[in-house]
């Protein structure tokens, strides 16, 4: 960590960000263009978000498999809509061990035709279905302007690809996988995100319908945070997937796709960082607590480091970090942590030897405010309970400014102003016109028409036409 | 699962093989030519193999990270061995978002380079020393001759990647993962290995030394099962991975790479497998128990699916599957597990509820003599215990088949007679003509130096010179 501060969020939100990312160790610039390295503690968030996913996708009967990275150029052009959505975004393989290729191979860009293909080879009747397969793995998109785990031509995800006998299955499988999401955000990552089906305009290039869990970012931009497809029988028919139903007829299945990146790790870093640097969310923290020992004799030292020991054998359940260096000083360390955004620092210094006590300082809280003395004993469940009280009041402020910043603009004058600097939620008719027009003048776009609706009807903010459903407008990373 | 026997291994060993990955639906082939697809039940075996390895990973020290897929050609150019055992095996993208490249870019057939390049940014002290990190991901190496799992153009790995003070240290680690990978494949795999240095003309391009575990398959051939080389200061001279030691002088790094694959998956099929089919080791096997119903009546079923869950309750530490399919019979059944190598079914039949019984059945004894009767109580113990003995027997029974198939010719002529059928373990000058010569003549290669050497010295099996180090001489794949 450099002694340099970091631009404050209000001086230069962007700098902040990437800033934070490079001092904080969660990921490195690549030396090609617009690829990262993800560094052991961001890839550690990674894994802890992968667990939290991985646990729920499995409860819920899905298996995980590996499908190639390269696919056969010809598997794109299958499926009218997704190959027009994905062939500007293309990486190519033309020469494979020194030879130029008959047929150019496609790095990956998501894994829906090549799924589909194998499907069609695997599932021949009713009793094959549901399939419910995950695949955790990297993809390429040749994206031009990239920023640090947001757009990066090479990213880590998920994507889950099923498929289903009925149009009702895939449906409810679309939502149920958008409900996992959503509960893995606000839960797992305190992340507040409103869930809600895409526009024609804004959905998956080849989807029957998409939908979304969008966050408001600490700039109040909105972030897609994780998508899931109802395909239909899009790719079913592009990729003759099949099967013999109950009455022996023919009938081509229904699938679904559903994913989240490590762009996720950018939503947490805009969602809770300050101008300290990282906030993490304690359950998917790398190091929940940090222990930062403070003495200045040897005789302190030894005194302080035995209650540390004691200290650190009560937390074996959590994921805890005694910080033992020598060369710098605990102020220097404070700062390092607070940077990190380890979400608990527990201070042992000779006064606390004295008391029996330990003094709790909170990442979300900076200053005395956060501070509090606890006796030594019994720390692990004051430890628990403090992270909860931490995890909590993380998603609670989070919430909170999403709300203040969530605008119900009475006309569209007020639209056009609000989404500056804010989200507005408002009737919107449902024409591409209406959409295109506020883009155009705004640039905001439609995020999602969220499942919460109020009822009832409204004038369209644009144009005024009678509307039964509610949209947020916003400016979207 | 097909109504038709596998060949047998002694008919068509090869061919027992490519049927069983496909049949026990390990895998399937892709739609390009050499890769594959690891279908959820190989990739659950996968999933509990990297779960074994990283655990040791990270006990000693280790941490993950995530570098990019793709790389600059020219970074590839910059170790000599390295680019000249690579270039051959490349995948190029020569294509971007609909541009052709100013440089073509490689997908990583390994990292060294790439990674290479990154710690030479990262490592400027002594103080950033060592750097003990671990990649999960795909590589692709484009193989003429391919074979699900044990030779794939893309294959799943780890690649863990050091960097380290000294030349002592670098060794100690290379050693210190061979020793890693030898222990989860005895212990964890009932794999018996050899762990030995691999000769000059065997090891990996650009290593100053390459160690390996290798295993004898069930046709007797060996099979290269992980590696671990020391790098000396290869590719640290390469990309300049420099630092300033104590005395502030300028150092070039030492560093260390090392790697297992879902070649294992290969090693494991075919050490344990036998003419019904796959026999996993309960430590990795995605299921450990299977528990098969047996009813004629309704009334039976009622009764018999009653205690089944009582069964079911008391095995919730254990990877358990109850298959109640009712299309099949248990015939049916019992042969459907043998091939996909459950170690352990437990039959639930009338009988057995009558006498508050139950059957377990061996995977690794099929017949009458792996049968034994057990009460239904305390069958968690039991359960333990009976995979435990499964586990061991495993073990001895391969390593049992590896001493009957190792011999000690006496002469040249013996060496190219018992190598058309098992592993010649003899004395060896460490010329390479005297290798050339053996590969030549009998398709045999030197597998690796043994750590484990009976000590003196002994003439060489091919050219009689004095010698100090004996060699194993077997077929591969």
Redesign the interface.
């Known amino acids: 960590m450099s002694e340099e501060k970091l631009p404050t969020r209000k001086e230069n939100f962007a700098e902040w960000y990437n800033q934070l990312v490079l001092r904080a160790d969660l990921a490195?610039y690549?030396?090609?263009r617009g690829?990262?390295?993800?560094?052991?503690y961001?890839?550690?968030l990674?894994?802890n978000i992968q667990q939290a996913l991985d646990h729920r996708f499995k409860a819920t009967g899905h298996?995980?498999?590996?499908?190639?990275?390269?696919?056969?150029q010809s598997?794109l052009e299958k499926e009218k809509e997704h190959v027009e959505g994905f062939?500007?975004?293309?990486?190519?393989?033309?020469?494979?061990?020194?030879e130029v290729l008959e047929e150019?191979?496609i790095?990956r860009p998501t894994s829906e035709t090549?799924i589909g293909?194998?499907y069609s080879?695997?599932i021949k009747s009713y009793?094959d279905l549901p399939v419910l397969?995950n695949q955790w793995?990297?993809v390429?998109r040749?994206e031009?302007r990239t920023k640090l785990f947001l757009r990066t031509?090479?990213f880590?995800w998920q994507e889950g690809h099923t498929a289903h006998a009925t149009a009702e299955e895939a449906q409810e499988e679309t939502l149920r996988m958008l409900n996992i999401y959503a509960d893995f955000a606000i839960n797992d990552a305190s992340v507040p995100v409103v869930a809600g089906r895409k526009s024609s305009a804004e959905k998956f290039a080849g989807a029957a319908s998409s939908y979304t869990i969008e966050a408001m970012m600490g700039d109040t931009r909105a972030l897609q945070s994780g998508t899931s497809h109802n395909l239909g029988q899009n790719f079913a028919k592009a990729f003759n997937i099949q099967y013999l139903d109950q009455n022996n007829e023919l009938q081509y299945a229904w699938t679904t796709s559903w994913g989240m990146s490590t762009r996720f790790i950018g939503a947490i870093i805009m969602t809770h960082g300050d101008d300290q640097g990282l906030v993490l969310p304690p359950r998917l923290a790398p190091i929940q607590a940090v222990i930062v020992p403070i003495y200045k004799t040897e005789a302190e030292k030894a005194s302080v480091m035995e209650a540390v020991e004691r200290v650190k054998a009560q937390l074996i359940n959590f994921r805890i970090k005694v910080d033992e260096r020598e060369?710098v000083t605990p102020g220097f360390k404070f700062n390092d942590w607070e940077l990190r955004g380890v979400p608990l620092r527990i201070e042992v210094g000779p006064k606390d030897v004295e008391k029996g006590t330990v003094a709790f300082a909170r990442r979300d809280i900076p200053g005395r405010e956060g501070k509090s003395f606890v006796p030594q004993t019994q720390l692990e469940a004051q430890v628990a309970e403090m992270l909860q009280t931490i995890q909590a009041s993380l998603h609670e402020r989070a919430r909170n400014f999403r709300m203040e910043n969530t605008h119900n603009p009475a006309d569209y004058a007020a639209l056009q102003e609000v989404v500056q600097a804010g989200w507005a939620f408002s009737w919107w008719c449902g024409s591409p016109e209406c959409e295109t027009k506020v883009k155009d003048e705004t640039k905001a776009t439609t995020r999602c028409m969220p499942l919460e609706q109020p009822g009832g009807e409204g004038p369209c903010i644009v144009c005024g036409k009678p509307s039964t459903e509610k949209v947020i407008f916003a400016r979207a990373y």
């Open positions: 490195d690549a030396p090609v690829c990262m390295v993800v560094k052991p961001g890839w550690a990674w894994e298996v995980n498999a590996a499908f190639p990275l390269l696919i056969p598997f062939s500007p975004e293309l990486a190519v393989v033309t020469i494979g061990g020194g150019p191979l790095v090549i293909y194998m080879k695997w009793r397969i793995g990297n390429v040749w031009m031509l090479e880590y060369e």
